[in-house]
Structures are given as C-alpha cells and as structure tokens.
C-alpha cells in the first residue's frame, strides 16, 4: 500500500458512495486506475466493508455510554457474548486487557432505557462487575484510522 491508496482510501471513508471518476480528478489519476485500486484494497481485505454512519440522535438514540464489565471467571466468556450479541442497544463489544474484561459501547434513548439495560447486563450470568460512563459529548469519532502518509 503506498500514499496513493491511503489517499483513495480517505475519500472513501469521508463519503463511501464517492465515485471513481471524482477521486481520480482530485488525485490526478484516471478512472479506470483508480478502480483498479480500489479493487486490490477489496481483494487483499484493506477494505472489508462499506457502510452507513447513523446519526444515533437523529433516531432517537441521544444517550451513549460506555460500560465495561468484568466477568467472576473465564467460563462465562461464551455465554456473556451470546447474551450481548443478543442487545440491540450495545453498538460495540470489545474484549479487553485490564482490571475489566469487556467494553461494551451503547446507544440508548434516555437515561430510563440505560437504567434497564444496564439491570439487564448486570444480571447476566458471571458478571461481578460493571462500570458505566454517559458521554457527554464527543469530540472526534471516526470509524477507521488510516495510514500515514
């Protein structure tokens, strides 16, 4: 991957429905090679997925908050994943180093709807210990990090 790519893959995570024809313009390159690129990024995995970015406010999903949970043993690994890919509110879950084991990201309508979900992952079987933080606002958040160049 060289700095042509990152910058192609720039435009992309700016605005994944950018056509070819427009990056090549601003990277000086032709369409066909652009294209080109970009499916090399697909084929080798650099790229796995285009998506769509929710603005969680906009469907009424103003609260976010992050909980980190910490399981008594090992042996409820299993079982507390199943249990989370079960929760549409936990965006994210993430299995962690440090005093707790998961990171579970969360987007919720009110403070009511956090207070029930957290009840709900509190209760799961093997859970010890939670530790939520509400975001209050948030100051960068983007989906990848790229490369430098």
């Known amino acids: 991957m060289d700095a042509i790519d990152v910058k192609i893959l720039e435009f992309l995570r700016r605005n994944a429905r ?3 024809s427009e990056i ?16 090399k990024l697909e084929a080798t995995g650099v790229i796995k ?7 969680h406010k906009k469907v009424e999903k103003s609260i976010s908050a992050f909980i980190s949970v910490r399981l008594e043993t090992p042996k ?6 199943n249990e989370v890919n079960t929760l549409a509110e936990i965006s994210e879950c993430h299995y962690i180093a440090g005093d707790y084991d998961f990171l ?5 309508a009110s403070t009511d709807t956090l ?6 992952i509190k209760s799961m079987k093997g859970v010890a210990l939670t530790r939520t933080l509400v975001v209050l606002s948030t100051i960068k958040d ?3 990090v790229l490369p430098s160049d």
Do not use: P, W
């Not at 997925?49 to 603005?55: A, E, K, L, R, W």
């Not at 409820?76 to 994943?81: K, S, V």
């Open 115 to 120: 207070t029930t979900l957290l009840n709900q």
């Open 18 to 20: 950018i056509n070819a």
């Open 142 to 144: 983007i989906s990848s």
């Open 104 to 108: 579970l990201r969360i987007y919720t």
């Open 49 to 55: 997925q285009y998506t769509v970015i929710v603005d």
């Open 76 to 81: 409820f690994h299993n079982d507390f994943i």
């Open 24 to 39: 090549g313009e601003s990277i000086n390159m032709s369409v066909s090679a652009v294209i080109e690129r970009i499916k």
